[in-house]
């Protein structure tokens, strides 16, 4: 029998982490002030962090920590001790994206689980393999992946897989993108995107058209669980750090029922809510 996929929740803060837990996610991702690719949000100081770890453990749940930047030369200098406050913090895992990053965790928390970052990209089983080589137990693969290629590299690999389900999509490769860099000097690989193309930005315009061409709409795969727990995957991600608390809460409430074997009526509703808190469409 396949195991049902862990739910992992957003929490911008200590708040977003209570809701999370509290509706039902196994797991939440967070980030404190630096290293993390969401410098929007409150995140965690290292107190904040250690009472939400207690908070969670006390209640069966992980807390995973964002290291997911790639850091300057300056920051590669501070690693060692925010790694280590992490770890005495109690972090379930590092979620990194740069090779740097990964020796260090693996240097000064050696305990501790390391996961490669979407923003790795990793998109063949060959490369999810050497990760594992390398000492990550998980990969969070690319988001532009069909279903057909998750399944060929859970296969091809014993790395646990997992996969983001809802939430915002970049409109590069992974959020590899430097058009925010470049039209105001805010990195998306710094933490700090300022989202350009969600602006009104017509591409070869025609009238009628809302001029929003490099906008995606937001994901939602809801409806679909029950093809990536086929395909392998151990975890499901919902993207939402910088959404405010009741999105927390209304889309972790909806995956857990749908992964807990909601019928289509109560997916429906649940979908539709989550539409209701927020649409990009």
Request: charged share 25%.
């Amino acid at each position: 029998m396949l195991q049902i996929p862990e739910l992992l929740a957003p929490a911008g803060d200590a708040e977003r982490l209570r809701y999370a837990i509290n509706y039902g996610a196994d797991a939440v991702y967070c980030g404190l002030p630096e290293f993390g690719m969401r410098s929007a949000p409150a995140n965690f100081t290292p107190e904040q962090l250690t009472e939400s770890v207690i908070y969670a453990h006390a209640r069966g749940r992980k807390v995973y920590l964002t290291m997911n930047t790639l850091p300057t030369n300056e920051e590669a200098d501070r690693l060692p001790e925010a790694i280590k406050e992490a770890a005495k913090a109690g972090v379930d895992a590092f979620i990194v994206a740069d090779l740097g990053v990964l020796d260090a965790c693996k240097t000064f928390a050696p305990d501790i689980d390391v996961h490669l970052s979407t923003q790795t990209g990793i998109t063949n089983w060959a490369a999810a393999r050497a990760a594992y080589k390398m000492g990550a137990k998980r990969v969070v693969l690319a988001r532009e992946l069909s279903k057909e290629e998750i399944a060929a590299i859970c296969a091809g690999t014993s790395m646990r897989c997992e996969v983001f389900v809802h939430g915002a999509l970049c409109m590069s490769f992974s959020g590899a993108c430097l058009l925010s860099s470049m039209a105001g000097e805010r990195s998306g690989n710094r933490g700090t995107c300022a989202q350009p193309c969600r602006k009104r930005m017509g591409l070869d315009y025609m009238p009628g058209r809302d001029e929003y061409d490099l906008s995606l709409g937001d994901l939602c795969m809801i409806e679909h669980l029950a093809e990536l727990k086929q395909a392998g995957v151990s975890c499901i991600k919902l993207e939402g750090r910088m959404k405010r608390a009741e999105y927390v809460a209304v889309v972790t409430r909806a995956y857990r029922d749908a992964l807990d074997g909601a019928d289509k009526a109560e997916i429906s509703r649940h979908k539709k809510h989550m539409l209701d808190i927020f649409d990009r469409g």
